[in-house]
Structure formats: structure tokens, C-alpha cells
């Protein structure tokens, strides 16, 4: 049942993605024009067909209607006055595109696996648009040559939240895949652990199957990061360490303009975000403790199966955000604070200077002037997308993005990259492929 709180909730504006929400009040109208509720007493088959075969086409029109105003928009981004657009004027929280969005063929795929046009009372959703600009996104990485880059959130993307990648997770078979083909792997996280045993702990399903992998050569095995604490500490695979795994200074791969985050005001941000933290503990009455770490602050709970209200999450959110972003300091650091669904932490940096550096690392090869993995070749997927407290949103300024919303979805996701992967091979190869 969908409670009051939960329909106000998503109206908060923190809570939306206006280019989701504009697609979707577009789609309303056919919608509307197009769903005749009685079709399901029909007994006359044809009918409920000729239903969901127009709600398709005016569907499909109007996607490809999006679509052009996407391509529109990247061609004023190429001169320089994106903000002059026709999308930016009706959707101006929407940034910068990487690729085209193949989203007519997206919706035709998407519709086949959910029967959008068939439904006569429930119009597409949220969820529907999002995956089918999942859909979209991978078709336009893969239309302008391989996937150089996959970057990857930890919690809820690839295993579910507070768990580990164990063995048995489907989602392994994937990433080696991708590793296979050339892909290189970052595994972006929260996390910020300066030891390799606690990310092995949390990883080591796929690191022993990277180990373990006989499809996949020496070199290959090199092609995985983990990076920690958003993009504060980077850690390499090494088959000689007994978590497979090195810790790599910070001053062999830091970025240029990450080497004026000095220790002083890295200590001030994470003061005031202290003090902030515990001024909502006290005002929200939490049962939190405050939990310092070398680069992030954050409150968990005081007692075990403790659960903070989700209000509270959000409120403190929020708070901690505003009273950063007014700070002098806040203004010299970049940082991120994310609700992490039973805790709250601020961060130094955040996870668009995570892939930053991935790209860096991988397309440098340990030449520190060479060339980085450009936006278009990298694929940042994860579960937080959402304008605020949501450490994967800043991904989208450095790179294409996947937006989904649980470890299932990661699977089916790759499944998806995957397919077109081995298309467009076959497709170089000469070989005879069936499109369906």
C-alpha cells in the first residue's frame, strides 16, 4: 500500500530527477489518449492489440521526439551554449551528454521486456523511464567503440547493502567478462579503509575469481581498481598479497588539482561537519556516535539493529550539506555527504573525482602524461542518483551513467551491455548476425 508519506516524500524536489519526471508528464498524454481502461472486459482479442500497438507508436513518438532534443542539445554543447538549448530551457537541472541516446530503439527494447503499451491503468513510471535510458545510455557508449572504462558503487549495486561480494554472486561472471573483452573495472566506493584485508573482506569473491580465471590473461588481472573513500584511497590487484590486493601511495596517482587538498583545511571541513553532525544528533535525538576516519566523518549506531528513522537520514543530510556549502572552508574542498541508508557520512572529495582518477590511472598507464579515458568511453553504474545525499550523482559530470536500484538490476544490466558487446563484435568480424 502506498502511504501518504511515502507519495509527499517523492515530491520533495531532493527526491526527483527532472528529466525523468518531464519524460514522464509527457508520456501522460498518450497515455491518456491512447488507454481505454474497459479493453480489459473485451473479449474480442483484437481490440486490447490495436491498443497497445498505437500506445507504442505514440510512445515511440514521442521518445524520438526526446531524442532529437538530446541531439539538439549536444550540438550546442559543442559550440559552447548548451544553456541556450531547447532541452535546457525545459529541463534546466539537465547537464551535459556524453553520447546520443538512442531512445526510440531504447523504449522498443525496454517495451518488450516490461509491456509499457500494454498496461491500460498504470501509465510508464519512473522506474520504466530510467531503465530505458539505461538502455539508451549503453547503446550510445557502445555505437562509438568499446567500453574502455566500467566503474561500479559497492553497496546495494553490486551486492546487497551491508553484504559482501561472495562467491556465488551471478554478478562476477559479468565484471570477468568485461575484463575479457578489454573493459577495465573500478569499484568505486564509500568505503575508506586504509587496509587491503577490509576491502577483501568485502570483495573477495571477485578478487579470488579474477585469481582463479583461466579466460582471462596476466595482463588482464591488472585491469581492476578498487577505489576507497570516493577517491581517497586506490588499491591495485597483486596475486602475491594475501588479500590480492596493494595499497597504492597517494602520491603516485593523485590528480594535479588534488594535490592542493592540504591537510589543514581537510581537518576544518571535517570540524565543521563534525560539529554538524552533532548538532542534528542533539536536536533529532539520535542514537548515533560519531565515527572520525583520516578523511570522512559520519554518525552509525550507537546500539546494534538500531535503525534511524529515514526523516532523520535525510533532515541530517541535508543540514550537514548547507551548513558546509555556506562554510568558507566548503568552498576550498570538494566533499560529499550521502545518506548510507542507516548512517550518514561526509566525505573529502566525492565519486566524480573517483572516476576521474580511474580514468587517469588506466588510460595514463603509469605515464603520468598520458592521455585519460575520455567521459564517452567510461560507464559509471550505481543506486544513487538523486540530486541530494547521493554520492553516485556527481559521477554524471565525468562520465555515461547507468541509474539503477538493486544488484538484480546490475545483472540484468550487464547481461544487456553484454549482448551488445558480442554484437558488435561479430558485427566487426564480418560475421552474419539476426537482429530481433
Not at 514521442?62 to 542539445?73: A, L, T, Y
Not at 554478478?171 to 570477468?176: A, C
Not at 561537519?273 to 552509525?300: Q, W, Y
Amino acid at each position: 500500500m502506498t502511504t501518504r508519506y511515502r507519495v509527499e516524500y517523492a515530491l520533495k524536489t531532493h527526491r526527483r530527477d527532472q528529466l525523468i519526471e518531464w519524460i514522464k508528464g509527457l508520456l501522460a498524454v498518450p497515455f491518456v489518449i491512447c488507454s481505454q481502461p474497459t479493453g480489459v472486459f473485451e473479449t474480442r482479442c483484437g481490440t486490447v492489440e490495436e491498443m497497445a500497438q498505437e500506445a507504442h507508436r505514440r510512445y515511440a513518438e514521442v521518445m524520438q521526439d526526446v531524442e532529437d532534443m538530446i541531439d539538439d542539445h549536444i550540438a550546442h554543447q559543442q559550440v559552447g551554449l548548451h544553456g541556450q538549448s531547447k532541452l535546457k530551457l525545459l529541463v534546466p537541472s539537465v547537464g551535459i551528454f556524453f553520447t546520443r541516446l538512442p531512445l526510440a530503439a531504447a523504449f522498443k527494447s525496454q517495451d518488450k521486456k516490461r509491456f509499457i503499451s500494454s498496461r491500460r491503468f498504470v501509465p510508464p513510471s519512473f522506474n520504466d523511464i530510467r531503465l530505458i535510458l539505461n538502455t539508451a545510455q549503453l547503446m550510445g557508449v557502445c555505437a562509438g567503440g568499446p567500453l574502455e572504462l566500467a566503474t561500479f558503487d559497492g553497496d546495494v549495486t553490486l551486492y546487497d547493502d551491508g553484504k559482501s561480494l561472495e562467491p556465488s554472486n551471478r554478478v562476477i561472471k559479468r565484471l570477468i567478462n568485461l575484463m575479457e573483452h578489454g573493459t577495465r573495472i573500478g569499484i568505486v566506493t564509500a568505503a575508506g579503509y586504509t587496509e587491503a584485508e577490509k576491502y577483501y573482506g568485502r570483495l573477495h569473491g571477485l578478487l579470488e575469481a579474477i585469481k582463479s580465471s583461466k579466460v582471462l590473461t596476466p595482463a588482464q588481472k591488472q585491469n581492476i581498481v578498487i577505489m576507497g573513500g570516493e577517491s581517497n584511497f586506490l588499491f591495485t590487484y597483486d596475486h602475491t598479497s594475501p588479500y590480492l590486493l596493494a595499497h597504492l601511495p597517494r602520491r603516485n596517482w593523485i590528480l594535479p588539482s588534488m594535490s592542493t587538498w592540504s591537510q589543514p583545511t581537510i581537518t576544518a571541513l571535517l570540524d565543521v561537519a563534525e560539529a554538524s553532525l552533532r548538532d542534528c544528533i542533539h536536536n533529532l535525538d539520535l542514537a548515533a556516535t560519531i565515527l572520525r576516519k583520516e578523511r570522512a566523518v559520519g554518525i552509525i549506531p550507537t546500539f546494534p539493529g538500531y535503525h534511524f528513522p529515514r526523516e532523520s537520514l535525510e533532515e541530517t543530510v541535508l543540514v550537514v550539506q548547507k551548513k558546509l556549502e555556506m562554510s568558507e572552508v566548503g568552498k576550498l574542498l570538494p566533499f560529499c555527504a550521502f545518506n548510507g541508508g542507516n548512517d550518514v557520512f561526509v566525505d573529502i572529495g566525492d565519486k566524480s573525482w573517483g572516476v576521474l582518477v580511474c580514468q587517469k590511472f588506466f588510460g595514463s598507464g603509469g605515464d603520468e602524461d598520458g592521455d585519460s579515458i575520455r567521459g564517452e568511453r567510461t560507464l559509471h553504474v550505481g543506486d544513487q542518483f538523486l540530486s541530494a545525499g547521493s554520492n553516485d550523482f556527481k559521477a554524471r559530470v565525468v562520465g555515461t551513467t547507468a541509474w539503477i536500484a538493486s544488484p538484480t538490476e546490475t545483472i540484468e544490466l550487464l547481461d544487456e551491455l553484454g549482448d551488445m558487446i558480442a554484437f558488435n563484435k561479430k558485427r566487426s568480424e564480418g560475421t552474419t548476425v539476426m537482429v530481433t
